[in-house]
Every structure is written in C-alpha cells, then in structure tokens.
C-alpha cells in the first residue's frame, strides 16, 4: 500500500504530497526530497546510454527499514514519487507500474483543466 505520494515539478518543487498515516508527514516529505537526488542521477544515466525515452519508470529509488521508495518522470521532466510500505510483500513491479501509469493519467486530467495553471500546488478534492 502507498503511505506516501508526491507530484514533483521539473523545478524541483513540491505540486502535491499527501501521506496516509498524518503524524509522520515530515518524516515523507523528507524522503521524497530525498529520493529527488536519486531520481536526478537515474534521468542523467539514461541520458547518457540512449536507453528507450519511452520508458518512464525508473523503479525503486531506494529501500529503508520501513518504506520502499519508487520513481517515475514523465516526458515533461515532472517526477512522481512513490513510498510503499516494505512490510507488503506481495505488491509486484507490474503493480507499481500500473499505480504509476493510474497516476500519470489524473495528472494529465489536471493539466488538460483549463480552470488549472500550470505550475500551481495541485488540490485534491
């Protein structure tokens, strides 16, 4: 189960972060700036081998004790972060793929509002 998720700029400034469990926001919102310098060296290798552009995941970020981080970066450069809980062991790399992909597609709605300008915190309703 994702505890944590996080709509990244391509600034590197926080769109949207929202965890579950509220009384350890700041410990997610650390982990999430975190993983930043791990998703900037993963986009920077890619770049480097010429590895397909249409792959967007970019996998786990890193593991700790608890959490599980993972990493997506759209064409546009915004990246989603991902904190899953490491005690599920059941939840597959297809899975994380498919939350990622679910994710992508509500961002793009969100971009496609014309209500919405860009650059702006995201609400959630």
């Known amino acids: 189960m994702a505890v944590c998720i996080a709509v990244i700029a391509k600034e590197n400034y926080p ?9 350890d926001e700041l ?4 982990m999430v700036h975190t993983s930043l310098d791990v998703v900037d060296e993963k986009i920077s290798a890619m770049g480097k081998a010429l590895v397909d552009q249409r792959e967007l995941y970019l996998g786990l970020l890193y593991p700790t004790e608890d959490y ?6 759209t ?4 990246k989603f ?3 899953v809980d490491s005690s599920n062991t059941a939840l597959r790399d297809n899975e994380i793929r498919s939350m990622f992909r679910k994710l992508h597609n509500s961002y793009t709605d ?9 650059g702006d915190r995201i609400q959630s309703r």
Request: charged fraction near 15%; aromatic fraction near 20%.
């Open 15 to 23: 769109l949207y972060i929202r965890s579950t469990p509220t009384e």
């Open 27 to 30: 410990k997610f919102h650390y």
């Open 68 to 73: 599980k981080v993972y990493g997506y970066v």
């Open 75 to 78: 064409n546009s450069k915004v």
């Open 81 to 83: 972060v991902m904190v």
């Open 110 to 118: 969100v971009m496609c509002n014309p209500f919405y300008n860009p």
